[in-house]
Each structure stands twice: as structure tokens, then as C-alpha cells.
């Protein structure tokens, strides 16, 4: 069983950076699909990137080119670099587990059906 502590949010100005890390703790982090999620005040969550066990990712469109996702199987940890952030960034941040047909779902974006280890977030804030 896998579980996911969250580190590296805070509050930076607009065009700033941020490295969220997530890590894992317990038996086949590198057998999972991977994915940060963030959920704004008043909004549903979203998902922001999926990682598979080959590395294979896939974005959101908002933070394509600004966000960059990587995992490191040897340390099981995730990590989300976030550059060029925006106020619309602004989110609790989320790292989720899930089996690799998480990374298949054409739906990971809004339901992630198939995620069913999530970390406790870490708040990020973004002012202009």
C-alpha cells in the first residue's frame, strides 16, 4: 500500500516558480500511474498532469509548456517543476496513485476514476 505526503507549495508572485515533490512510502510506487490534481476555492478539482510508469505524461492544456512532471522510481518521489505561474494557478495541490490504467483514462482530467491513493495537498498561491 502506497502513501503520499506532499511538500513545496507556498506563495510566490506571478511569473515565479515552485517544485511540488510527493513522496511515496511503501511497496510498488513504480508500478503506479501518477498524477498532480489541484482544486481552486469554489471550483471542482483538475487534473494537471499524469505520469505512467514509462514516463509517458500527459498535460493540461493551461500549464503545457510551464509545468513540467518527472518521477524518480529509485527515491519514489514525484515531482512537479511549475515556472511562468499565473493567479489562475492558484490551488491546493494534490499527487495521486493509481493502478496503470489510470494513465489510460481518456477521463483523468475530471473524474479520475482510477486514482485511489491521493496525498494531503499543499496549498499554492499565486499573486499578480
Known amino acids: 500500500q502506497v502513501q503520499l505526503v506532499v511538500s513545496g507549495g507556498g506563495s510566490v508572485q506571478a511569473g515565479g516558480s515552485l517544485r511540488l515533490s510527493c513522496a511515496a512510502s511503501?511497496?510498488?510506487?513504480?508500478?503506479?500511474?501518477m498524477g498532480w490534481y489541484r482544486q481552486a476555492p469554489g471550483q471542482e478539482r483538475e487534473g494537471v498532469v499524469i505520469?505512467?510508469?514509462?514516463?509517458?505524461?500527459a498535460y493540461a492544456d493551461s500549464v503545457k509548456g510551464r509545468f513540467t512532471v518527472s518521477r524518480d522510481n529509485a527515491k519514489n518521489t514525484l515531482f512537479l517543476q511549475m515556472n511562468s505561474l499565473k493567479p489562475e494557478d492558484t490551488a491546493m495541490y494534490y499527487c495521486?496513485?493509481?493502478?496503470?490504467?489510470?494513465?489510460?483514462?481518456?477521463?483523468?482530467?475530471?473524474?479520475?476514476?482510477?486514482?485511489?491513493?491521493w496525498g494531503q495537498g499543499t496549498q499554492v498561491t499565486v499573486s499578480s
Open positions: 505520469i505512467g510508469l514509462n514516463g509517458g505524461t
Open positions: 511503501g511497496y510498488g510506487y513504480s508500478s503506479y500511474c
Open positions: 495521486a496513485a493509481g493502478p496503470e490504467r489510470a494513465c489510460f483514462d481518456s477521463n483523468w482530467r475530471r473524474t479520475a476514476p482510477y486514482f485511489d491513493k
